[in-house]
């Protein structure tokens, strides 16, 4: 308590002599007190300021460690502060160039996440026992929130966020951003239904497929797709602050979304009590420089809505062509239903969904000759597989049910019977027996491939621990007849098994099966519905292929031969969307656009993602394989983040990736996602269409 109490006073004595009184509690929208000069100053690169203010903040978050709060990420963040201030006068201060301002931006915004956190999570621990206490003490029941707000203004992380949010906003003016927390992302005009949900992704507009939508979406973070909800989505009100670079924003301009963003807490409020009082109704958005207006839409508007969702459904119709069915020998045990496996440069969209013959593609490519990337080597189990091994066990009328059932609740929007169907699905294709031949020989088809990699990781001397927890183990995915088309969604929809013991069948056997449960996953059978397919239709592949050995990994969107830019989004560790889900997963990634005429590298945003995650070998008595662990990021060891020349390098070998594939794709956009392993090698991993313009 001590210690608590002498931080809180440091902390203070520091605000007071920044300017910073009880007046300058300042909110993050840009708009609170504090002082004008100590902001004049950070935002004018004074070294010795921003060195004072980066400290204070710094043991402010040594301190939050020190209580228990995320103390890594604690650590880490207070590492970068300092280590961004720790540069050479000569060379200008910490937020000298618009680069330099926005790496420290990105690791205030860290801090600041890190304090928001811890606010909510004390906030909640008092739950409701403070309104009770002051109800059984016959005071008012306000008495018990000015309570919980007492204890947390008296905390250091409260303190510490009156300091970080003069310098968040120094950094903004430095870099030139300041337009960044803008309403206005996307703009345009849009009519549709007015819907709500947390976020973007499949299954969030359960029942409400079937015309234009507006969406609020309360929680965005700015990497979703806008198709991961469905086809449907016509217009996207934003609860958060959204940079005008996002994934979700180069997606909505692609598109032709009109994208608004509300930049303060203050307008979060504000957009959700507009967006409350005309849910479910139609309405029109209209998006423009000057600002926002949402309204009830008129006939004429509702009218011309719903003509373009049928011409924009027949178009995304002609463009996917026919949708490979599952053909009846599959479905009734015609000679086709066996059970085999080939290598996955034979696969074709056919036999294996356009997933598996897209990576096959990238082998036979990466073969040539001055290729600037690799591909990781593979076998797949076909389509039919799954039909004949569920034959064999009697089980494909109870799974044929369980199907029809989860058709049945998604398509009248009834959530828990579609997920107790998809639980009955996944639960019963995990316990089919998987034939030990196949196993075996998807085991064997790698022991060349390991022996090379142990070999390579053993003669290096200076390999990391992802380099040997890779060189032995193995990645399961996915292929559909509903995977990788134009106008779906591309990445999110089915599990990936990653870390699996090369040379253990029952292993593979374990992982093949499990991948392919998740095509009955909840959000697999909402967008095949999208797609206009019943799950009795669904086919489904299991690819098995070795570990990209991933340092940082990217997706990357070329944007067509006829864009003279494509933009890259890279993070540390193994899996771009993988790093980018779950507890922590706000913030930025490493955002790169590309001048593909000449070779330019802008960087437009500096990673700022609160964990990574790394391969890990497991101990070979605990069965070996691999597994990812989250770990917290520490951006000031990272060269992208340390080194302006490593981006640009990155970027351009990054953009030679992208114009090979664009190419070998008959000049459409791309969306690729790899990785580089630790000596600079490019992996790509998968190639889809970028959704429809």
């Known amino acids: 308590m001590a210690l608590e109490d002498l931080s809180f006073v440091l902390l203070t004595r520091a605000l007071f002599c920044a300017g910073l009184g009880e007046d300058g509690d300042a909110d993050y929208d840009g708009r609170g007190g504090g002082s004008v000069a100590f902001e004049a100053d950070l935002a004018s690169d004074a070294g010795s300021t921003w060195t004072a203010a980066c400290a204070a903040a710094a043991q402010g978050l040594r301190h939050v460690a020190l209580s228990g709060w995320r103390p890594m990420e604690s650590h880490a963040v207070a590492r970068e502060l300092e280590h961004w201030c720790d540069v050479d006068p000569r060379d200008g201060g910490p937020v000298s160039t618009p680069e330099r301002a926005m ?109 234009p939508t507006i969406v609020f979406v309360a929680k965005a973070l700015g990497d979703e797709e806008i198709t991961a909800a469905g086809s449907k989505v016509v217009g996207i009100v934003a609860g958060r602050a959204l940079h005008p670079e996002c994934h979700l924003a180069i997606r909505s301009r692609q598109e032709g979304v009109p994208l608004t963003a509300t930049p303060s807490p203050e307008g979060a409020k504000h957009a959700a009590d507009a967006v409350r009082q005309l849910l479910g109704e139609w309405v029109t958005l209209n998006v423009t420089s000057n600002g926002v207006l949402l309204g009830r839409a008129s006939r004429d508007d509702i009218s011309r809505a719903r003509d373009a969702a049928v011409r924009y459904d027949r178009s995304i119709r002609d463009d996917r062509g026919v949708v490979t069915r599952a053909a009846p020998s599959e479905r009734d045990g015609g000679a086709a239903a066996v059970v085999s496996v080939r290598a996955l440069r034979d696969a074709t969209t056919e036999t294996a969904g356009a997933k598996a013959a897209a990576a096959g593609a990238l082998l036979r490519v990466a073969d040539r000759p001055g290729c600037p990337f690799t591909a990781p080597e593979g076998c797949v189990v076909p389509y039919g597989a799954l039909e004949a091994i569920a034959r064999r066990a009697n089980a494909e009328e109870a799974l044929r049910r369980h199907a029809e059932n989860a058709d049945d609740a998604a398509r009248v929007g009834d959530a828990p019977r579609l ?110 519905l999208a797609c206009g397919l019943d799950s009795a239709d669904a086919r489904v592949a299991a690819i098995v292929s070795e570990t990209a050995p991933a340092a940082t990994a990217f997706e990357l969107d070329t944007g067509g031969v006829a864009s003279p830019t494509l933009h890259a989004d890279v993070v540390v560790g193994f899996g771009h969307s993988h790093a980018r889900v779950g507890a922590g997963a706000r913030g930025s990634p490493w955002r790169l656009r590309v001048d593909k005429r000449d070779g330019s590298v802008e960087t437009c945003a500096f990673a700022s993602l609160s964990t990574s995650l790394t391969l890990r070998a497991l101990d070979e008595n605990c069965g070996g394989g691999a597994r990812l662990r989250r770990e917290a990021a520490d951006y000031s060891k990272q060269p992208l983040s340390l080194d302006a020349d490593a981006r640009v390098d990155a970027g351009r070998k990054l953009a030679a990736v992208g114009v090979a594939l664009e190419h070998e794709f008959d000049g459409a956009a791309q969306i690729v996602e790899g990785c580089v392993d630790g000596d600079g090698v490019v992996w790509a991993v998968q190639s889809r269409n970028a959704p429809r313009e």
Do not use: W
């Not at 951003?177 to 703009?187: A, E, F, H, L, Y």
């Open 103 to 211: 790496r420290m931006g990105a690791s205030l915004d860290r801090a600041r996440r890190l304090v928001e956190a811890h606010t909510a999570a004390v906030t909640r621990g008092f739950g409701d026992a403070p309104r009770a206490l002051a109800e059984a003490l016959g005071v008012r029941a306000d008495d018990g929130g000015d309570f919980v707000d007492a204890s947390v203004r008296g905390g250091v992380p409260f303190q510490l966020s009156r300091l970080l949010a003069p310098m968040l906003r120094a950094t903004a003016k430095a870099a030139g951003r300041v337009d960044q927390s803008r309403k206005s992302i996307v703009t345009g005009t849009a009519t549709g239904k007015l819907v709500r949900c947390d976020a973007l992704e499949p299954g969030a507009l359960l029942g409400s497929e079937h015309d």
């Open 419 to 528: 997920r107790a169907a998809c639980d009955a699905a996944k639960a019963l294709i995990e316990s089919l027996p998987f034939p030990t031949e196949i196993a075996a020989t998807i085991a064997a088809s790698f022991v060349d491939v390991v022996a090379r990699r142990r070999a390579a990781v053993g003669g290096g001397g200076g390999a990391s621990d992802v380099d040997v927890a890779a060189a032995s183990t193995l990645v399961a995915r996915v292929s559909s007849n509903v995977d990788d088309l134009a106008g779906t969604a591309g990445r999110g929809v089915y599990d990936v098994v990653v870390g699996v013991p090369a040379s253990s069948p029952d292993a593979v056997a374990r992982a093949v099966l499990k991948v392919m449960a998740s095509a009955y996953s909840e959000t697999a059978v909402i967008n095949r």
